[in-house]
């Protein structure tokens, strides 16, 4: 690795070149699909588990109690076997994303992301031959360790390739891809439910096709400069570096990622200094906003859409046809996220969602108490008015905490804690998807339409977080956070001079604080 040399900082504007280069398209869009995995699985869940021969074979009680007519509509699905299936892929892909950060410091991007596509696509087989609930179950948990390896290493590799100006929108192809799979899973469980006697087992079953996507395009696509750089590589990051910005001149881009491996490979037992006091903030951050994606609510329709339409009175396959309609808004929803997020800023986004959340999440809530009763279906129009606040709900989550969750931890953290970092909040966020899929139907079942007013509570809570401790990470290069975004912070500032950098590491990160 060069000597210990900090160059002198020319003009932003003018030292990172670069074009978006039909290369830097292919690696984005094929690594991206690994959210094609992780949304298929969202869809999914819900769907099969409001097929009858799904619940028939693994689930009979809920199938009875489904059928049970007199049972209270907010009910009916509460059972804890149930919503295990569902949340078992988060607690696997909580686990899971540890080790993929691993992986990801010692393998590299790449090969993180193709094994997760060989865990899902076993997941996948195990679960269309699956004769019992453990089988099933067991499928569920390759499936997590596929999903957990790649919301690892996708958010980091799309944030590593990219230029600085168009970071944001590259990153939320990954979030596109998530919205594209709900949808897609959404379209097959209504055709599936309609007209096919297995149609669990097609499902499923098609999960299998994105991680084949992701598995053969994985050999396309580069390492990412930093990666190699980082592993000692540096003349093959020069040439990736070339070749993804379409120019020779990338030495200023180059020196600095240089220098951030450099500080980087300072740092003994990386996974530890994420606990030390200057990571604090970025740990608080990632994490929280996992914490606060998931306590929007957001899956409380995304997974459920189908039992809840349900719930309120729709039928089987008119509450699918619901949920497909609430697919694409949040597939529009991202592609607007992903013109706007180098434009208008990641603060903006965050809190103009909070406030389309808020209200819509209330106004749920008050059209399922003003229609009181428990065992009767709503009345036509308080039924289309839930959908079009879920779909208001949905497309203000879509433009903002949905991509942004994932964006702003793989962007904050400098490149010595990176892969940990992220992984803690990858992990923060399976967690709390755990949290919300294993207790959302029992909180449905206990709170009712209060269930919504305790979505908005936090929603307002979130918000006044992002307006006071969020700083806006819109155009600065990844490796220049330390000195322009977290030193010059009113409040986190104060726990960046923790005295656990060396002279030789301050001096690396000072070289940007221009
Ligand atoms: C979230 C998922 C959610 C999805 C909806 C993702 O960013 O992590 O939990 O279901 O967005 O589009």
């Known amino acids: 690795m060069g000597g210990f040399v900090i160059t002198g900082v020319p003009d932003r504007q003018t030292k990172f070149e670069g074009k978006i280069t039909f290369y830097l398209v292919i690696c984005a869009v094929i690594a991206a699909t690994g959210g094609l995995m992780f949304g298929y699985d969202i869809g999914i869940s819900g769907g099969v588990t409001s097929m009858d021969s799904f619940l028939l074979k693994f689930f009979p009680s809920v199938y009875y109690k489904k059928k049970h007519v007199k049972e209270d509509n907010y009910c009916k699905y509460d059972d804890h076997k149930l919503q295990l299936f569902t949340s078992s892929l988060y607690l696997a892909a909580l686990v899971s994303c540890f080790f993929a950060s691993a992986m990801c410091r010692r393998f590299g991007r790449k090969l993180t992301i193709q094994i997760s596509s060989v865990f899902f696509f076993i997941g996948v087989i195990l679960n269309v031959r699956a004769n019992?609930?453990?089988?099933?179950?067991?499928?569920?948990?390759?499936?997590?360790?596929?999903?957990?390896?790649a919301n690892q290493a996708v958010p980091l590799f799309l944030s590593e390739i990219a230029p600085f100006?168009?970071?944001?929108?590259?990153?939320?192809?990954?979030?596109?891809?998530?919205?594209?799979?709900?949808?897609v899973a959404n379209v097959v469980n209504y055709y599936a439910s309609k007209s096919l006697l297995y149609g669990w087992k097609f499902s499923l079953g098609l999960a299998g096709v994105p991680a084949l996507i992701l598995c053969i395009g994985s050999f396309l696509i580069t390492e990412t400069p930093t990666s190699l750089i980082q592993h000692g590589r540096s003349a093959d990051g020069l040439e990736v570096l070339k070749k993804i910005r379409g120019t020779h001149n990338v030495e200023a881009e180059f020196q600095e990622i240089l220098q951030a491996s450099e500080a980087a490979s300072l740092v003994e037992r990386p996974f530890m200094s994420?606990?030390?006091?200057?990571?604090?903030?970025?740990?608080?951050?990632g994490s929280l906003l996992q914490?606060?994606?998931?306590?929007?609510?957001?899956?409380?329709?995304?997974?459920?859409?189908?039992?809840?339409?349900?719930?309120?009175?729709?039928?089987?396959?008119?509450?699918?046809?619901?949920?497909v309609a609430i697919g694409t808004v949040n597939l529009i929803g991202s592609v607007v996220s992903l013109l706007a997020v180098d434009k208008v800023g990641r603060k903006l986004l965050l809190l103009e969602g909070c406030l389309q959340m808020f209200l819509s999440m209330a106004a749920i809530g008050a059209v399922l108490v003003a229609n009181g009763q428990q065992n009767q279906p709503l009345d036509n129009d308080s039924a289309m008015g839930v959908v079009m606040f879920a779909a208001l709900f949905v497309s203000g989550f879509a433009w903002s905490w949905g991509p942004l969750a994932w964006l702003i931890p793989s962007?904050?953290?400098?490149?010595?804690?990176?892969?940990?970092?992220?992984?803690?909040?990858?992990?923060?966020?399976?967690?709390?998807?755990?949290?919300?899929?294993?207790?959302?139907?029992?909180m449905l079942c206990r709170m009712r339409a209060g269930v919504f007013f305790f979505f908005s509570m936090w929603i307002a809570i979130m918000g006044i977080f992002v307006a006071v401790f969020l700083p806006e990470t819109k155009n600065i290069p990844m490796d220049e956070?330390?000195?322009?975004?977290?030193?010059?912070?009113?409040?986190?500032?104060?726990?960046?001079?923790?005295?656990t950098r060396s002279l030789k590491m301050e001096a690396l990160y000072d070289a940007y604080s221009y």
């Open 165 to 183: 100006h168009i970071r944001g929108g590259l990153n939320i192809l990954f979030q596109l891809n998530i919205t594209i799979g709900i949808l």
């Open 481 to 499: 956070m330390v000195a322009r975004v977290w030193k010059k912070h009113w409040y986190w500032k104060r726990y960046m001079d923790d005295g």
């Open 291 to 323: 914490f606060f994606q998931q306590f929007t609510g957001i899956n409380a329709i995304m997974f459920y859409a189908p039992v809840l339409f349900e719930a309120i009175g729709f039928k089987s396959h008119a509450s699918l046809l619901s949920a």
């Open 132 to 149: 019992d609930l453990h089988m099933l179950i067991a499928g569920r948990i390759l499936l997590g360790i596929g999903v957990g390896f």
């Open 274 to 285: 994420i606990f030390r006091r200057s990571s604090f903030p970025q740990l608080v951050i």
């Open 411 to 442: 962007e904050i953290f400098p490149l010595e804690t990176r892969t940990a970092g992220y992984a803690v909040a990858v992990s923060s966020n399976m967690l709390f998807t755990f949290v919300i899929a294993q207790i959302y139907l029992s």
